[in-house]
């Protein structure tokens, strides 16, 4: 019988979920998120919601997990989850899902200091706390005031400078899946951890289809540039940060140029942008949801991109990549910038000049750091990585 897994995951939109559906023939997914479900769910696996139960051992008793796979544990329902399962002897695990910015405390503050979010109730209504609550036992009373504080510095400081500031046995996870130790900064930060004992580092199991067709050979260019978009969306700090005139301006720029180079503008979109009325097309502009990715980076005369995880798989396989800078201070920007791997440009000043000037490679050295920080393993078997510690 296939082990079952609990997923604590973000459950709206499918390619978050790509590591678990290419092993659903393997285990027995569950995935837990919102509180109430979604007009339509989005995966075939068996979607549970934390309204519909009084205590995380309900959910226990009721689902039998094996092991449990989180993608972060802050939220009140999170870290009672978390506490219920270690209480019960369940391995608990917070998996990366993507390449993160090291300074991205400083990201989060910026964008409620910009009014992006909401401020965290202390706690919405009486069930949700009383749902927090049952998860403590005998064996946590060491927890006990760390575990009523929480709550208070979360609605006063957010999420992320909370568990930086309240870090207690409840809420971290037996161990961390993750990427790289370059990406397991943030971890490491948020959780005072200076080792790696509780680390496993597998790559990351979304670039494994990159890797392995990149590596397979190589592919003619056609005539298209490649932008890899953030999402227009008001949510979006780099969309709130430039506003939908400057980035429709951005659109017909850099199609402008690309069309006096013969090339046409292919832009892949954000998932969580699809369908954003800011989504700028001209004759000359192609908007990309779907794609084969791997053969749209492959083929592409130039690829562009601001901060994305696609970055990674582009400069792996071009050795660089011209960034657009809105005015945010990313840390991952700047430290690509640094191996030599990326060229910045201005959002709104970038001239076709600076697009034909002759880029200059990274060195070795800045090329095999840039793979050890951000791939990690380029063998592109993270996935089997990853079935492994869900087997073990």
Known sequence: MAKKILLVWESSRKDLLEPFLNLKDEFEFVVLWYKFPLPE?????TEIYFGDYNTPYHILDEIEPQKIVFS???SYPQIALNTAAKNRG???????????SSNVADLI??????????????FTNLSSFTFYLSALRPKNIRDLPSYLYYPYLINKYGSYSALKKCVFKSRLPSGYIQLSPHNAIINKRSDHLQSDEKFTYIGHPPFDKFLLDFNSGNQHEEPYWLLVDFPNTYNNLAFKKSGPENKIQFYKRLSAFAKEEKCTLKVKLHPAGYDSEYNYRDNNIELIRHADITALISKARRCFSFYSTLLIPIIFKKHHCFVFDVGLQIALQTELIELGVITKLDFKYFSLSEIQAPVKMPSPEAYNTFIERYIYITDGKATQRLKLILQN
């Open 41 to 45: 769910p989005q995966t075939d696996f």
């Open 109 to 122: 503050k910026l964008k409620f200091d910009m009014g992006i979010g909401k401020k965290r109730k202390l």
């Open 90 to 100: 369940i391995a608990t695990y917070i998996m990366h899902h993507g390449v993160y």
């Open 72 to 74: 972060t544990i802050h």
